[in-house]
């Protein structure tokens, strides 16, 4: 069979391809079908394997849309405000606030831009950083140095762990791709593009 090293270069993941490979070994993705399901989600997540940090690089009107309601966000005035001042000021009103500490243990000022999506699977969140961090190195590191999940190798560890760490394996053995989609960022966001890239990794591994 070919390796997930070979299907991941193929599918322009670049530099994280032999990365890619490892972190299945490591954390039992084993399956031709899993690991299908596994790198189309990095890629749609990571744009094509050329993002580890969300991009936010919203319009007033696209963060209107993709955030009505959002700590308070409901008119296009405020979201001009809003994209005026960064993406840092953008990762603040979408991730900090009251939504931020409920949702994503963003508890302290600032935690909103300081943890946006980073890795290939974008984890966001001081709560999901801390509990990567403690997962992989037993105390708080990736959360004092969160540039540490744009680098090697902890781009491609988050994402292999976070995989297994919410279950998204369940639905992507049953090929079930909806069901896959929500466990990675959930809901079904870019789901057109995510069955391209699936499409593209069963033919590569030859399974289609």
């Not at 992989?136 to 090697?152: A, F, N, S, T």
């Amino acid at each position: 069979m070919v390796s997930t090293e070979v299907v991941a270069a193929a599918m322009g993941a670049g530099k994280y391809a032999q990365a890619l490979e490892e972190a299945c070994i490591r954390f039992g993705i084993v399956t031709a079908l899993e690991k299908s399901h596994f790198l189309a989600h990095m890629a749609v997540e990571s744009q094509g394997f050329t993002r580890v940090r969300e991009n936010l690089g919203y319009s007033a009107q696209r963060l209107l849309e993709v955030f009505p309601g959002r700590n308070g966000l409901k008119t296009l005035a405020q979201a001009k405000v809003i994209v005026a001042g960064g993406r840092d000021a953008i990762a603040e009103a979408i991730y900090g606030g009251a939504w931020g500490a409920k949702n994503l243990g963003n508890t302290q000022p600032g935690d909103g831009a300081r943890f946006p999506g980073l890795s290939l699977i974008h984890l966001t969140g001081r709560a999901n950083v801390t509990a990567y961090s403690q997962a992989m190195y037993g105390d708080d590191r990736v959360v004092r140095e969160p540039g540490l999940l744009e680098k090697l190798p902890d781009a491609v560890l988050a994402a292999g762990w976070y995989w297994i760490w919410r279950g998204c394996g369940e639905p992507a053995r049953r090929d079930d791709l909806e069901g896959s989609t929500r466990k990675v960022n959930g809901g079904l966001n870019g789901l057109a593009d995510r069955a391209i890239k699936l499409a593209q990794a069963k033919k590569l591994f030859g399974i289609a």
